[in-house]
């Protein structure tokens, strides 16, 4: 089969990040015809100015819809695509040059109907963005879980940079109103539906995360809520696994308590973890400061998920409390 390749981007109030993706569009060297679908959820302040600038360079086209939240806004922008594989990004995505072209190569070499791809920091980024970025990728991290080939079970593939075959949309209804966790809930779905999965990992993406430590925890956060839903509505995925940033921070706590009463070998133990995950963000970054300020986005991302996990294993798998009523903040109601 010839794949004709539709890229899916939703936007909300992000116009200067769709400037930044199109003009890395404009500089991917490839010779495969391509088409963007962009599609506008609700957003107050418009990208239409800025993609139609495009228009000349691109072959892309424009849709405003209400408001419902990037799942429902990838299936409406996968029903409008032309072609039949669809690759999914997030708006504050950047590309490197020769994406395509390894997407292509490896589709070509191993046909899967839906893979993923890792996130990387341009030199360009912040040195906040860059302690982030490591943290969410690095394999001491929960990145150790949700990034990489040994990852906890199959590979989950992310909606930051995601490919989906047409056949395999159109099987599934693409993804659900669940937000965040939308992506690994398709995945589950779809290995239940006979497809696979796969990393590229050599399709990677800029990915900007342009966020301040409190809405770094935010996000955290959230994913730590969604995991224990996720495990609810498709048990055969849960591993122990998804439990370890909580029983980090548990442990954390445990262990400065029996400090005070002189049991120093287990706040020893989290000391020597954090140097070293100082040292390995030194030597991935070459840059002192991002390798500081990669400690608190370790506590952050650690305390934020695994709050949000006890918090939402309790009411869920406890209590038995219905997940769309506790946590309402996770659902989007579908456009009409």
Same mark, same amino acid.
């Given at each position: 089969?010839?794949?004709?390749?539709?890229?899916?981007?939703?936007?909300?109030?992000?116009?200067?990040?769709?400037?930044e993706?199109?003009?890395?569009?404009?500089?991917?060297?490839?010779?495969?015809?391509?088409?963007?679908?962009?599609?506008?959820?609700?957003?107050?302040?418009?990208?239409?100015?800025?993609?139609?600038?495009?228009?000349?360079?691109?072959?892309?086209?424009?849709?405003?819809k209400?408001?419902?939240?990037?799942g429902?806004?990838?299936?409406?922008?996968?029903?409008?695509?032309?072609?039949?594989?669809?690759?999914?990004?997030?708006?504050?995505?950047?590309?490197p040059?020769?994406?395509?072209?390894?997407?292509?190569?490896?589709?070509?070499?191993?046909?899967?109907d839906?893979?993923?791809?890792?996130?990387?920091?341009?030199?360009?980024?912040?040195?906040?963005?860059?302690?982030i970025?490591?943290?969410?990728t690095?394999?001491?991290?929960?990145?150790?879980?949700?990034?990489?080939?040994?990852q906890?079970?199959?590979?989950?593939?992310?909606?930051?940079?995601?490919?989906?075959?047409? #056949?395999?949309? %159109?099987?599934? =209804?693409?993804?659900?109103?669940?937000? @965040?966790?939308?992506?690994?809930? *398709? &995945?589950?779905?779809l290995?239940?539906?006979g497809?696979n999965?796969?990393?590229?990992?050599?399709?990677?993406?800029?990915?900007?995360?342009?966020?301040?430590?409190?809405?770094f925890?935010?996000?955290?956060?959230?994913?730590?809520?969604?995991?224990p839903?996720?495990?609810?509505?498709?048990?055969?995925?849960?591993?122990?696994?998804y439990?370890?940033?909580?029983?980090?921070?548990?442990?954390?706590?445990?262990?400065?308590?029996?400090?005070?009463?002189?049991?120093?070998?287990?706040?020893?133990?989290?000391?020597?973890?954090?140097?070293?995950?100082?040292?390995?963000?030194?030597i991935?970054?070459?840059?002192?400061?991002?390798?500081?300020l990669s400690?608190?986005?370790?506590?952050?991302q650690?305390?934020?998920?695994?709050y949000?996990?006890l918090?939402?294993?309790? #009411?869920?798998? %406890?209590?038995? =409390?219905?997940?769309e009523?506790?946590? @309402?903040?996770?659902?989007?109601? *579908? &456009?009409?």
């Open positions: 089969m010839r794949l004709q390749y539709s890229f899916i981007i939703p936007v909300y109030n992000r116009p200067d990040e769709i400037e993706l199109l003009v890395s569009f404009v500089n991917l060297k490839t010779t495969l015809n391509f088409e963007i679908v962009i599609i506008e959820d609700g957003s107050s302040k418009t990208s239409e100015t800025v993609v139609n600038t495009f228009k000349d360079q691109l072959n892309i086209t424009y849709f405003f209400k408001n419902s939240g990037p429902d806004s990838r299936n409406f922008g996968m029903q409008k695509a032309k072609g039949n594989y669809f690759i999914i990004l997030d708006s504050d995505c950047v590309l040059s020769n994406y395509l072209n390894q997407v292509d190569a490896s589709l070509s070499a191993e046909f899967v839906c893979f993923g791809g890792p996130d990387a920091a341009d030199t360009s980024f912040t040195n906040l963005q860059k302690a970025n490591f943290s969410m690095s394999f001491i991290t929960t990145g150790g879980i949700r990034g990489h080939k040994n906890v079970g199959k590979f989950q593939p992310r909606s930051f940079n995601m490919g989906l075959s047409k #056949k395999a949309f %159109v099987a599934s =209804k693409g993804f659900g109103t669940i937000h @965040p966790g939308e992506d690994p809930d *398709l &995945s589950i779905r290995w239940g539906l497809f999965t796969k990393l590229i990992s050599e399709a990677f993406v800029y990915h900007k995360r342009r966020i301040s430590w409190s809405k925890y935010k996000q955290v956060h959230k994913f730590g809520m969604v995991r839903i996720l495990n609810l509505w498709h048990p055969q995925t849960a591993k122990i696994t439990w370890f940033p909580t029983l980090f921070i548990l442990g954390l706590l445990f262990s400065v308590i029996a400090n005070i009463f002189q049991f120093k070998w287990l706040l020893m133990g989290y000391v020597l973890y954090f140097i070293v995950a100082f040292l390995l963000a030194l991935q970054s070459k840059n002192i400061i991002v390798a500081v400690i608190p986005a370790i506590f952050i650690f305390i934020g998920y695994g949000g996990f918090k939402s294993f309790l #009411k869920i798998h %406890v209590f038995k =409390k219905d997940a009523r506790v946590f @309402p903040e996770l659902f989007f109601k *579908l &456009s009409k």
